[in-house]
């Protein structure tokens, strides 16, 4: 076929050898299969030629199956990966390979809820103020966190602003030409690359997927070029995208570290040039105090001034000063033992902006949705080039409901095409999952400017 990429060559033959009657039609810059069959028909005594729309074949190779034809979650995975010559495997804890099992059902009452709602917005809460809220008395209050604790694996943990320390957040993903690095490889890799927040493997469009925080665009492209020439990757021809995060909601989890290696750095130490510490710089005592309640939000003071010798009432008062200065944004929960089936990511990349700017407050309105227990996105961000669009991870509980998603993503959002990606193991970090208050989120806020919604009085969370 001329003037027909050889990526998209090499694919649709591999579809013709499992699937006869194909066709391949293409339209300006994609790439179109189609199914021809005929049907006798008696009465006019001759055959009727019938095209059925199959998928598109993307400008790397990559199959993506017409939606309306999948039958089930899995079947979509096979499509997006049978030219690469992979094999499905659900991420699942203990990473033995098997297919995730079907969620459990964690039954909540609206009491629950509301619990994880004002433990996800101010998790050192006092036990009076999650009582008033819940609209429980002090006593059952306190046991019902304990029981969710227990049933959704709960932890505790600091959400930070890393622009107030300087930084800023990129995402990466990757593509592997023919092979593809193994778990271990890849774990070999990045384990060392402190600036990379979350890392995973996925499949359909993109192999890997990771979310970065790193001082200025330059150092973290540099980051990425040492990181692409070590020795377990660089033998895996793949291409590369590198691109901004603008976060959205919620936020991405740093890892420890992170803390420990980088932001150390931040840390002021008077001269005679820098008296005093500058707006992204951190006192001695801030950083050990982000250091030990970064994993553990609700850690008591006394234990943090105790373990460092610092004088009473110090690790109170530097928590105080980076909560006012905002880069502590607040101390937050992530349920670990969510009931999901696995992780889906949506990305969506905008072709027509006028279209897409006059759609816009749709996109607003599923941003602020919520699911049966968390908020229904764990992370969503604006991308730039050459996506340039949006990317959004959601926990997805039962069978259909990631296919569902993207079609209703890219039906309600006109201009733009979305496409999605499943999780299939985590290497480095954690995404959060958690009940945020949608009051609080940039998408409401812009949804009461542009007046599609009626603002509420939002609640006092401390």
Request: with cysteine; charged share 30%.
């Amino acid at each position: 076929m001329k003037e027909v990429p050889k990526r998209v060559r090499e694919a649709f033959r591999l579809l013709r050898q499992a699937q006869k009657h194909l066709y391949l039609k293409p339209i300006r810059q994609s790439f179109y299969v189609y199914k021809q069959t005929y049907e006798y028909q008696p009465e006019k005594k001759k055959s009727k030629t019938i095209s059925e729309y199959v998928g598109r074949i993307e400008l790397d190779g990559t199959f993506i199956k017409r939606v309306a034809s999948y039958r089930s979650e899995l079947e979509k995975a096979e499509a997006l990966i049978a030219l690469r010559g992979g094999e499905i495997v659900w991420h699942r804890k203990g990473g033995n390979g098997e297919p995730a099992p079907e969620p459990r059902e964690i039954p909540l009452k609206e009491t629950d809820l509301k619990l994880l709602m004002a433990l996800s917005m101010n998790s050192r809460m006092p036990v009076s103020r999650l009582a008033e809220l819940s609209g429980l008395n002090e006593r059952t209050a306190y046991s019902r966190v304990r029981a969710l604790e227990e049933k959704l694996g709960i932890r505790y943990l600091l959400e930070i602003d890393v622009e107030k320390l300087g930084y800023l957040r990129y995402l990466t993903l990757i593509k592997f030409e023919d092979k593809k690095p193994s778990r271990e490889e890849i774990e070999e890799a990045i384990k060392d690359e402190h600036d990379i927040q979350f890392a995973a493997t996925t499949n359909g469009g993109y192999d890997v997927v990771m979310l970065i925080v790193d001082e200025t665009p330059l150092k973290a492209h540099d980051n990425l070029l040492r990181l692409r020439q070590k020795r377990s990757l660089s033998r895996y021809p793949a291409s590369w995208i590198f691109t901004y995060f603008a976060q959205v909601l919620p936020f991405i989890p740093l890892r420890d570290q992170f803390i420990e290696k980088i932001v150390k750095e931040r840390v002021w130490h008077r001269t005679r040039e820098t008296p005093h510490p500058r707006e992204d710089q951190l006192r001695q005592r801030e950083f050990l105090l982000l250091k030990e309640m970064n994993s553990n939000a609700n850690m008591n003071f006394a234990t943090i001034d105790q373990k460092y010798g610092l004088n009473k009432g110090t690790s109170r008062y530097a928590y105080q000063a980076l909560r006012e200065r905002g880069v502590i944004a607040r101390p937050t929960v992530s349920m670990t033992n969510l009931p999901i089936r696995y992780v889906g990511v949506v990305l969506l990349s905008n072709i027509d902006y006028k279209v897409v700017d006059e759609n816009r407050y749709k996109y607003l309105m599923d941003r602020i949705e919520y699911g049966k227990i968390s908020n229904k996105y764990c992370l969503t961000g604006n991308i730039g080039a050459p996506l340039q669009g949006a990317i959004s991870f959601l926990p997805v509980a039962e069978e259909g409901y990631l296919d569902r998603v993207t079609a209703s993503v890219e039906r309600e959002l006109q201009g733009s095409v979305a496409r999605s990606l499943v999780i299939t193991d985590v290497i480095a970090g954690n995404l959060c999952y958690r009940r945020f208050d949608s009051a609080y989120t940039r998408p409401y806020r812009l949804l009461v400017e542009l007046k599609r919604i009626e603002p509420v009085k939002p609640t006092f969370y401390g």
